[in-house]
């Protein structure tokens, strides 16, 4: 039988320098918000990296080509030649959108498609990084970079602070902010009560957990000096791997912190909240930050939440109402917050910030309901539509 329907599918073009298997927060994302768009046709053109990786395959509701040997070089190839490529890979077949992921090798082969095409031009913006880096890094590439941003014909911003730095950069097209969302299971939820009851008067343990790539951005280092304030009672579990892993080891050396950290190294995103849901307190004092997701999670599950009042955090995380604010660079900042919370004085309100804290996540951020909103942003190609 015909069906129309599926004949009458939009087709999104996205291009993004990295695709699973490869695992960041953005291609969690595109995976998360595809999963859910069935009345969409998905192809995503990306960097191969990884010689094991095939050139062609199909992930979940996304058809993936990847362009280059499997090598780092692969990024390059992928925004200079990506765009070409893919007009006259799909010269035959009716593309709706071009949709680049970040202002990066992806967002650079999406702008030369466009140029290319003439077609709609979706730029979403997921930058974790300092964006003063960001931007010294993007000098190289001249004035290719901020055509990313005033080429655009609609920018879908993860946070406030992302939509501030577009402007910044020169867009003049509607820009809209959807977050990232998080997988919030009902059935993994701790007892906030038990981390109250747990003190240094006795000497119950307290398990400080944060879920980070050891890189310099997201600060491991000063939340393992916070230990130095705290009682022998108080333990640390850090999820996560990276470059800065050894340095991290050599300071809890230094620090003869051994036998109070543990480092459980890189887990699947399934596995996240079991580990989060063995925990008492999640920290994470970040020095930059697109969103949070790591944040969200942590929330998702009922713990109490410290962060850092930089980038998108401030968005989802209010002093006192959904969490808690430590100083950036203050190790004995994050030791006082996280005394506060195991004070058994502040038994009331840490229970009612960690369960508005969660609702803000049920609420707000759930895959489902940013699935919806990019959908609507994607089912208007001359994005026509209000702006924030």
Same mark, same amino acid.
């Not at 595809?34 to 990786?53: I, K, N, S, W």
């Not at 992302?162 to 990232?180: E, F, H, Q, S």
């Given at each position: 039988?015909?069906?129309?329907?599926?004949?009458?599918?939009?087709?999104?073009?996205?291009?993004?320098?990295?695709?699973?298997?490869?695992?960041?927060?953005?291609?969690?994302?595109?995976?998360?918000?595809?999963?859910?768009?069935?009345?969409?046709?998905?192809?995503?053109?990306?960097?191969?990296?990884?010689?094991?990786?095939?050139?062609?395959?199909?992930?979940?509701?996304?058809?993936?080509?990847?362009?280059?040997?499997?090598?780092?070089?692969?990024?390059?190839?992928?925004?200079?030649?990506?765009?070409?490529?893919?007009?006259?890979?799909?010269?035959?077949?009716?593309?709706?959108?071009?949709?680049?992921?970040?202002?990066?090798?992806?967002?650079?082969?999406?702008?030369?498609?466009?140029?290319?095409?003439?077609?709609?031009? /979706?730029?979403?913006?997921? @930058?974790?990084?300092? !964006? &003063?880096?960001? *931007? %010294?890094?993007?000098?190289? $590439?001249?004035?290719?970079?901020?055509?990313?941003?005033?080429?655009?014909?609609?920018?879908?911003?993860?946070?406030?602070?992302?939509?501030?730095?577009?402007?910044?950069?020169?867009?003049?097209?509607?820009?809209?902010?959807?977050?990232?969302?998080?997988?919030?299971?009902?059935?993994?939820?701790?007892?906030?009560?038990?981390?109250?009851?747990?003190?240094?008067?006795?000497?119950?343990?307290?398990?400080?957990?944060?879920?980070?790539?050891?890189?310099?951005?997201?600060?491991?280092?000063?939340?393992?000096?916070?230990?130095?304030?705290?009682?022998?009672?108080?333990?640390?579990?850090?999820?996560?791997?990276?470059?800065?892993?050894?340095?991290?080891?050599?300071?809890?050396?230094?620090?003869? /912190?051994?036998?109070?950290? @543990?480092?459980?190294? !890189? &887990?699947?995103? *399934? %596995?996240?909240?079991?580990? $989060?849901?063995?925990?008492?307190?999640?920290?994470?004092?970040?020095?930059?930050?697109?969103?949070?997701?790591?944040?969200?999670?942590?929330?998702?599950?009922?713990?109490?939440?410290?962060?850092?009042?930089?980038?998108?955090?401030?968005?989802?995380?209010?002093?006192?109402?959904?969490?808690?604010?430590?100083?950036?660079?203050?190790?004995?900042?994050?030791?006082?917050?996280?005394?506060?919370?195991?004070?058994?004085?502040?038994?009331?309100?840490?229970?009612?910030?960690?369960?508005?804290?969660?609702?803000?996540?049920?609420?707000?951020?759930?895959?489902?309901?940013?699935?919806?909103?990019?959908?609507?942003?994607?089912?208007?190609?001359?994005?026509?539509?209000?702006?924030?």
């Amino acid at each position: 039988m015909y069906n129309w329907k599926m004949e009458n599918k939009k087709t999104i073009l996205i291009f993004s320098t990295a695709y699973l298997p490869l695992v960041g927060g953005a291609e969690l994302a595109v995976k998360e918000i595809t999963d859910r768009l069935p009345e969409y046709d998905f192809c995503l053109v990306t960097a191969r990296l990884r010689r094991d990786l095939p050139k062609q395959e199909k992930i979940g509701q996304v058809e993936v080509f990847r362009l280059g040997l499997g090598l780092w070089l692969d990024k390059i190839i992928l925004a200079f030649w990506g765009g070409f490529w893919a007009s006259k890979r799909f010269k035959n077949r009716r593309i709706d959108t071009v949709w680049g992921i970040m202002a990066s090798f992806g967002g650079l082969a999406a702008l030369a498609y466009k140029r290319h095409t003439g077609m709609p031009f /979706l730029l979403t913006l997921q @930058e974790g990084d300092d !964006l &003063v880096e960001v *931007e %010294k890094k993007a000098r190289i $590439l001249g004035r290719r970079f901020r055509a990313m941003f005033r080429e655009a014909d609609f920018i879908q911003a993860i946070s406030t602070y992302l939509k501030d730095w577009a402007r910044r950069m020169g867009a003049t097209c509607p820009i809209v902010v959807v977050p990232n969302g998080s997988k919030c299971d009902p059935n993994i939820r701790i007892q906030v009560s038990d981390t109250n009851k747990n003190n240094h008067n006795n000497l119950k343990p307290i398990l400080i957990i944060t879920t980070s790539r050891l890189v310099k951005k997201n600060a491991v280092d000063d939340l393992i000096k916070a230990l130095s304030f705290l009682a022998d009672n108080f333990k640390l579990k850090v999820v996560g791997a990276g470059p800065d892993e050894q340095k991290l080891r050599n300071l809890i050396h230094d620090l003869r /912190l051994e036998e109070r950290v @543990e480092f459980a190294g !890189l &887990v699947t995103p *399934e %596995k996240i909240f079991a580990h $989060l849901a063995g925990a008492d307190i999640f920290v994470r004092p970040s020095l930059s930050e697109g969103l949070g997701n790591s944040f969200l999670e942590a929330m998702a599950v009922g713990l109490p939440t410290i962060g850092t009042p930089v980038g998108g955090i401030p968005d989802f995380l209010v002093d006192n109402e959904t969490g808690w604010f430590c100083e950036p660079r203050n190790p004995q900042s994050i030791a006082e917050k996280i005394k506060f919370i195991v004070d058994p004085a502040n038994h009331e309100l840490v229970n009612q910030v960690v369960e508005k804290a969660r609702q803000l996540v049920v609420e707000k951020y759930n895959w489902d309901k940013i699935a919806e909103q990019v959908g609507e942003i994607l089912g208007k190609p001359s994005y026509k539509v209000k702006s924030e």
